[in-house]
């Protein structure tokens, strides 16, 4: 019963440092997005993908790729790290779209 | 992009108080959500509305989808001290992504 699982928890990167943000769901969801969480901001679309092999972009997709290999799978990547991106990351998934289910976050820090 | 403006930003009650906060949008959505954050968790789903004028209770939590489309209100009665976290309202179109409120930031006074 592990619905949507976020890795890692936290990371702090240097600046200009790539790195990969985890997240895999066992629910058989098409549906699965990332968003951002900023102090006042609420949550902001960053990409999403409404199955295997089909990504696109959200609200504030620059710095950040995505792909969709797999059902369960929905990686983000960080290309160039930088301190704009430090930020609270959530991932979601739905079945046909409805009724999101969010995992628990990884806590971003670039310094 | 889309933007939600949802009120009040934060509230302070006492305990045993009802809470009222809403959510407007200049453009409409055929389905009203709301989520619960605790500290250092994702949002939970609280409530799903997917009718205009719907009313929807889950034990004290009440929210309502607006005639117009564009704004819904969630009522929570008689506080506890674990109702403390942010609330969200999200509107969606279709299956599109959910678009987000700012929050509500909903602390108890014991």
């Known amino acids: 019963n592990a619905g949507v699982t976020q890795t890692p928890k936290f990371q702090v990167l240097k600046t200009g440092q790539s790195m990969t943000l985890q997240c895999a769901q066992d629910m058989n969801h098409e549906y699965m997005s990332w968003y951002r969480q900023d102090p006042g901001m609420g949550l902001r679309l960053i990409h999403y993908?409404?199955?295997?092999?089909?990504?696109d972009q959200g609200e504030v997709p620059n710095g950040y790729n995505v792909s969709r290999s797999t059902t369960e799978d929905f990686p983000l990547r960080l290309l160039s790290a930088a301190p704009s991106q430090t930020s609270v990351y959530f991932c979601?998934?739905?079945?046909?779209?409805?009724?999101?289910?969010f995992g628990s976050g990884t806590r971003l820090t670039v310094v | 992009g889309q933007q939600l403006n949802q009120s009040p930003q934060s509230m302070f009650i006492q305990e045993g108080e009802d809470v009222s906060m809403n959510c407007t949008s200049s453009?409409?959505?055929?389905?009203w959500l709301w989520y619960k954050q605790d500290p250092g968790e994702g949002p939970v789903l609280l409530i799903a509305l997917y009718k205009a004028g719907e009313l929807t209770s889950n034990g004290r939590l009440t929210a309502q989808f607006g005639i117009t489309r564009k704004d819904s209100f969630l009522n929570i009665s008689a506080s506890i001290p674990s109702d403390v976290g942010i609330y969200f309202c999200?509107?969606?179109?279709?299956?599109?992504?959910?678009?987000f409120g700012k929050g509500t930031r909903l602390s108890v006074i014991a």
């Open positions: 453009s409409i959505f055929n389905t």
């Open positions: 979601a998934s739905s079945s046909r779209g409805y009724g999101y289910t």
């Open positions: 993908s409404v199955g295997a092999g089909i990504t």
């Open positions: 999200a509107g969606q179109l279709g299956n599109t992504p959910l678009v």
